[in-house]
């Protein structure tokens, strides 16, 4: 089984404006309300990729009940523990310009009991999954080495981790060393601390590989993503198309990582399907991912090379 945790999810409300006007009255029009959270965007993706994930996290108040709802409808299995703090609303709106302005709001915190139980949870499913995907931010005063920890407890265990977060979170986690990570180019510099030219992008990666993690993946928006293992270093280039919605590409590549990694793909196909599939996310609106059907039609679009390290 495929497992998401998302310890801080987000209804997701896409806003499209004509152009935002900084300190006055922004008029905006609804466009699309989803279950989200990088975790959940996961889950959805391996949903519409054919296989039965399961979701996890915490959810609370009136927004954490849509939650359960929607992933309810869509036959997402869930098994989320509900916590006395409202899930947060975040806010994407799309301008004239098509530039996407995202507003996030922290995610109000967790007590040190919610905690508590949602690690013992995280650790008790694991070993029911062969992969376990940790997504997203965590929220306020959550102790930071929270998916360090994770991924700790479970090392040594058949169980593969796969994780997507930003920051000091994922500065941290990499201690642990997870099984994939995919972080965009910005997180990757954030790491570093500077900015990377493709070359130090393989490079890093090569680095972060050598040092025990088994895949990382960068992804580059419009310059597509990158994969390395200790074999190998693929390109994948994704044809130029209209963008819809970027909101959720990112998430909608490690739920097809997630499948192709439990398909047993090639490392060149893992890559091709992954990046097929953002591609298809990004002509969806708001925070929806694409389905196998989609994903298949633009897997012939996707051109991919093994490159010199
Ligand atoms: N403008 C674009 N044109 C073509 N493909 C794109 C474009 N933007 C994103 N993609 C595809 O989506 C993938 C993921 O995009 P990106 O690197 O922006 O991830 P991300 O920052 O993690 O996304 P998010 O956090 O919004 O889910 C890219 O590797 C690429 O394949
Ligand atoms: O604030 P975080 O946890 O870093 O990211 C949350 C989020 O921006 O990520 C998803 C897109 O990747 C959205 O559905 C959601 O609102």
Known sequence: MISTVTINPAVDYSLKADEIKLDKVNRVDFLAKSAAGKGINVAKAVKKLGQEPQALGCVGGVAGQYIVDELKKQEITTDFNWVENETRINFKVIDNLNQETKINQHGLPLTESELEKIFAKIIEQAQQSEILILGGSLPENT???????????????????????????????????????????????????????????????????????????VSMGADGALLVTEKDVCYARPPQVEVVSTVGAGDSMVGALAVAYAKNYSAQKKLKFAVAMSVATILSPGSEVANLVEVKKWMKEVKVKQVEG
């Open 143 to 217: 102790p930071v080495d929270f998916y360090q920890k994770v991924i700790a407890e479970l090392n040594g265990t058949a169980t593969k981790v796969f994780l997507d977060t930003s920051e000091e979170a994922l500065k941290l986690a990499l201690k642990s060393k997870p099984t994939l990570i995919k972080p965009n180019l910005r997180e990757l510099e954030e790491i570093e601390g500077q900015e990377l030219s493709f070359q130090e992008v393989i490079s890093v990666s090569q680095d972060l590989v050598t040092s025990g993690i088994e895949t990382v993946v």
